[in-house]
């Protein structure tokens, strides 16, 4: 009988994550995640996660860059692309959706360094840290959506 109410507990916890995020999208902190299976341009990831009714991540705080980290690390990646920019201006780097400045920034020492050449933000996963980069590089990239209801 006790196993009985653990499996429904179980089957219930399941149902409510499926209905949190679509297949194939992680739920974390009432947000859907989409990590990429290939590399692209800033601009592609961009259209894509557009596409997929969600944005290139902007990441909120320490905490949920973490947990990108470790999903990022799992997969292989080296680094992803974060929606933020300085393409308008050069040294003001905003977020795409809505061109205000991040309230979190976890630049690496030096950083940005790329002037008018590199107008793109990539995080490392090793480093831990952001660099910029040429918008015309390759690098998997993460979506993000609200989730459907809180999880
Ligand atoms: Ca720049």
Redesign the pocket.
């Known amino acids: 009988m006790k196993l009985e109410i653990f499996c429904l507990f179980v089957l219930a916890t399941a149902a409510n994550t499926e209905r949190a995020c679509d297949n194939g999208w992680l739920p974390y902190k009432n947000h859907c995640y989409w990590f990429s299976p290939s590399p692209d341009t800033f601009h592609y990831a961009v259209i894509i996660c557009s596409e997929k009714g969600s944005k290139l991540l902007e990441i909120k705080d320490a905490r949920e860059e973490k947990w990108v980290l470790l999903q990022s690390r799992i997969r292989g990646y080296s680094l992803v692309w974060i929606g933020l920019t ?2 308008v201006d ?2 003001q780097y905003v977020f795409l959706s809505s061109g205000l400045t991040s309230r979190y920034s976890n630049w690496d020492k030096g950083e ?1 360094g ?6 793109c933000v990539g995080l490392q996963t090793k480093g831990r840290k952001w660099h ?1 980069y040429l918008c015309t590089n390759k690098f998997f990239y993460v979506c993000k959506k609200p989730a459907k209801h809180f999880v």
């Open positions: 300085d393409v050069d040294g940005p790329g002037g008018t050449i590199e107008n910029d």
